[in-house]
């Protein structure tokens, strides 16, 4: 009876990291391919305001990735 609420409790736990895990790593995904986008866009245009925005930018990317650090982390900690 209560193990079995607690393995589907843990089980649910988990998917529901691992669907917080694919959002962010989507996220960043987009962040990084607008990034991209931008650099070359600036490049290519030679325009120091596209190209300081975008550097200024890579902050939103360094916060998901962290995001992606800890919650790997707290994956692999509470559930393998």
Do not use: P, Y
Not at 17 to 27: E, K, M, N, P
């Amino acid at each position: 009876g209560r193990m079995f609420f607690n393995i589907l409790a843990t089980f649910a736990e988990f998917e529901a990291d691992l669907r917080d895990l694919h959002a962010l790593v989507l996220a960043l995904g987009g962040v990084t391919e607008r990034q991209i986008a931008n650099a070359t866009r600036a490049f290519d245009r030679r325009d120091d305001d596209l190209a300081r925005r975008t550097i200024d930018a890579d902050d939103e990317s360094d916060r998901l990735d962290e995001e992606i650090h800890e919650l790997c982390l707290k994956i692999l900690a509470l559930h393998l």
